[in-house]
């Protein structure tokens, strides 16, 4: 064994010296663009801002360092060369792992080796929305859970929040609209940000709503209501659930100029105002992540 420890070790070593939870992500690349002398839109964080990616990154980086080790004989984080790294990827590639999955392994690898997914001399596959099979089709595998909860299903429907955020929603999420009609929650997601969700208008939501916030008052309103959610239940086809019916409550296209709106080639006219917003509520930042991720439960 090496003197600084088994491979393993410096592995998971280096990646905790990475996180930065609740720091800005944004930040964090406004300053490697300046320390680099490069644009923002080229420049990546140094660090790892969400505790999900370092437990994905910590996967895949144990794994292709094992496959590695035995390989070449690698036994030191700093003897791991980049061909070698291109050999993982493309073992990875021959056993049918998805574009996602590769572009994953790399961003691991990227960041455990402070440099780049493209210097490794990988041609990573493109990642095309036909291409996702999980989670896009309803099977009883993944409704088992949602239909032994309805109350979780019609809240997650209602609100569109991420498996992560249910876990830790509490009472104080709550806030009362200044309509007086129901709720808002201001909450912190993914990659520790804030901000604010507003649910679906309709009954049958304003009624999921109330009932998790009367659950959530018994509970303690500074205490966690439903700590554990099942990862067999696709919470995804919720979120675009919420997504879609959502935006059909706030969407006026016909009113909006031209350049407001987005014609699609099936002649579909929509409100890029209307999807900008859905996609604030739902944690994201672009409207055209709707589109491409949510826009498959209509």
Request: glycine share 10%.
């Amino acid at each position: 064994m090496s003197k600084e420890g088994s491979l393993q070790y410096q592995i998971l070593k280096r990646l905790d010296s990475l996180e930065a939870y609740g720091t800005s992500r944004r930040e964090a690349r406004f300053e490697a663009a300046s320390a680099q002398g490069i644009s923002y839109r080229d420049a990546k964080s140094p660090f790892i801002h969400s505790t999900s990616t370092k437990q994905a990154y910590k996967k895949w980086c144990l794994a292709g360092a094992d496959w590695i080790k035995q390989e070449f004989g690698v036994k030191n984080l700093k003897d791991i060369r980049h061909e070698q790294v291109k050999g993982y990827l493309e073992m990875r590639q021959g056993k049918g792992d998805s574009a996602w999955t590769l572009k994953l392994i790399g961003a691991a690898f990227g960041k455990l080796l402070g440099t780049s997914a493209k210097t490794f001399g990988f041609t990573f596959p493109a990642c095309k929305t036909e291409d996702i099979k999980r989670g896009r089709t309803e099977t009883p595998g993944n409704t088992r859970y949602g239909n032994v909860h309805p109350g979780l299903k019609g809240f997650i429907r209602a609100t569109g929040l991420r498996r992560c955020e249910m876990q830790n929603l509490r009472g104080d999420h709550f806030h009362e609209r200044q309509d007086g009609k129901g709720f808002v929650l201001f909450l912190q997601g993914k990659h520790g940000k804030w901000r604010v969700v507003e649910p679906i208008e309709a009954a049958w939501a304003k009624s999921a709503v109330e009932k998790m916030y009367q659950r959530c008052k018994e509970a303690g309103l500074d205490k966690k209501v439903w700590p554990k959610v099942d990862r067999s239940y696709n919470e995804h086809g919720e979120r675009a659930w919420y997504a879609y019916h959502r935006y059909l409550e706030i969407a006026k296209p016909e009113s909006r100029p031209r350049q407001l709106q987005i014609h699609r080639r099936n002649g579909e006219v929509l409100d890029k105002v209307s999807l900008y917003q859905v996609s604030s509520w739902l944690g994201h930042g672009r409207y055209d992540v709707v589109l491409r991720n949510y826009w498959y439960r209509h």
